[in-house]
């Protein structure tokens, strides 16, 4: 549901569906990368804490350790000797040690530590209270005694700051490896997510534009009937609509030009036909008797008369051919037999040229239409006979290739130029062949579109092969069942 929605939607221009499709793919790894980024930058700072607490914890550690000794020290001093200066002294370096305690205090947040430091603060503030009230004042051994107990309790608060720091190293360690867990996570979600967004995008963009090139495929082809219809952005939907009008155009010029080929044809067989009649008359004498120049004469007249009535049929049955598909009238054939046949009727030109046939004819079956088959072939044959030079081989094989039969031409003519092997199967393309003695040959241009279109609408195929020395080689490959 959620790709036919999508395909559905139809942005301006195929340039803004581009920049979105990269908007789309982009945004879910880009806010990974933020999310990862700023989870590894709170992290970082909480290990820089961690690291700076634990530093000071052990220096602090350390310090209070040295200064429970100056300010024993200056106690002893000032209850033995009674010197107030040594109670200066000693106040001085209680102050150093509150210090180092307050620089303590954001270890407080774990429990022990914190117990610990609050039962020495309690501890050293008594002994001060003690030194200060002459009443209280202690002696020297009780004084020592306090002291040993204070210095005691300051060691037990430097071990608990080196569990302190092992506690955050773990602390430290346990996010990382959250930190891992959780990148790898969101990777693991966002890589599907921007492989399905690059899929789908791929298929917006790629859809209209595959259905643009299979509709110029069409035109190209002829295929002028289907309308075009190019689903996607609006500026690709709109090359469509003008395709689509170009389609109309083409439509209506070609209806055109068959239109203008039935009239012409028609208004040209009409005097074309008298011609002959009339040539033949002339040729039977009817009018009188002719002298050798005149039936010299009325011999190239009837023969460019008859030339001119065949260019006419294969103009219109090439007309017919591209206007629609050619309807058939398939039916078991002998394709031995079918080849003889047309092989006889091109024996005088065959004799007239002295070419010499080399055949290949297994009896082979197949269903098509008899008389389309028989233009196809009688095309390939006329045109190696056509260029072959005299004295020339012409070789016509056949042979069954699984659910095919190839039917091969060759000839011993100037071949077919790379260049122009595609190109003689369009209407009315003339060829620079020459053949022996450098003539060149001519011909109406349409034989070979005809008998492609014909071979087309048995499901078959008419090629140029890779010729075996000089000549050409042509081959046509048709079903060998039945033509549906």
Avoid at 47 to 76: C, F, H, K, P
Avoid at 256 to 262: D, E, N, T
């Amino acid at each position: 549901m959620f790709g036919s929605r999508a395909i559905r939607y139809r942005p301006r221009s195929i340039l803004r569906l581009i920049l979105i499709s990269y908007l789309v793919v982009l945004t879910p790894p880009v806010l990974a990368i933020a999310f990862a980024v700023g989870y590894l930058e709170v992290l970082f700072s909480q290990g820089r804490t961690a690291v700076y607490d634990s530093v000071r914890a052990a220096q602090n550690g350390r310090a209070l350790v040295e200064q429970v000794t100056a300010m024993e020290r200056s106690a002893l001093q000032s209850v033995a000797l009674g010197d107030s200066v040594f109670l200066q002294s000693y106040l001085r370096s209680r102050e150093d040690l509150l210090g180092s305690l307050d620089a303590l205090h954001p270890l407080v947040r774990y429990p022990e530590f914190a117990r610990r430091v609050e039962s020495f603060r309690d501890h050293e503030t008594s002994i001060t209270r003690r030194l200060q009230d002459v009443a209280m004042l202690p002696t020297v051994e009780d004084l020592a005694a306090e002291f040993d107990g204070l210095r005691a309790q300051a060691r037990e608060i430097l071990d608990q700051s080196s569990l302190v720091i092992d506690q955050e190293v773990r602390s430290i360690q346990h996010q990382s490896e959250q930190a891992r867990r959780t990148i790898i996570g969101i990777a693991a979600i966002q890589l599907p997510l921007a492989l399905l967004s690059a899929v789908l995008f791929t298929l917006l963009i790629g859809r209209p534009l595959r259905q643009l090139r299979r509709a110029i495929e069409a035109l190209g082809d002829g295929m002028f009937t289907r309308p075009i219809r190019i689903q996607g952005p609006r500026d690709v939907a709109g090359v469509g609509q003008r395709l689509d009008w170009l389609r109309q155009r083409l439509v209506d010029l070609e209806e055109q030009k068959a239109q203008f080929l039935r009239q012409v044809s028609h208004e040209l067989k009409t005097p074309l036909t008298a011609i002959r009649e009339g040539a033949q008359l002339l040729s039977d004498d009817i009018a009188g008797p002719l002298n050798a120049s005149q039936r010299e004469i009325m011999e190239i007249l009837s023969r460019n008369a008859l030339q001119l009535q065949q260019l006419i049929e294969d103009m219109l049955n090439f007309n017919m051919a591209r206007s629609h598909r050619p309807a058939l009238n398939p039916r078991p054939l002998d394709l031995a037999v079918l080849l003889g046949g047309l092989l006889q009727d091109h024996k005088p030109a065959l004799l007239s040229k002295g070419l010499r046939l080399e055949t290949h004819l297994p009896p082979l079956r197949l269903v098509a239409d008899e008389g389309k088959l028989r233009i196809i072939l009688d095309n390939l044959l006329s045109n190696a006979v056509k260029f072959s030079p005299r004295g020339g081989v012409l070789w016509v094989d056949c042979v069954q290739q699984g659910a095919e039969i190839w039917i091969d031409v060759r000839d011993e003519g100037p071949g077919i130029p790379e260049e122009e092997q595609e190109r003689i199967f369009e209407a009315f393309f003339q060829g620079k062949a020459e053949i022996a003695g450098g003539s060149v040959v001519k011909g109406s241009g349409i034989g070979l579109a005809i008998a492609r279109e014909y071979a087309r609408a048995h499901g078959g195929e008419i090629e140029v092969r890779p010729s075996i020395g000089r000549g050409a080689w042509m081959r046509l490959r048709i079903p060998g069942g039945s033509v549906g």
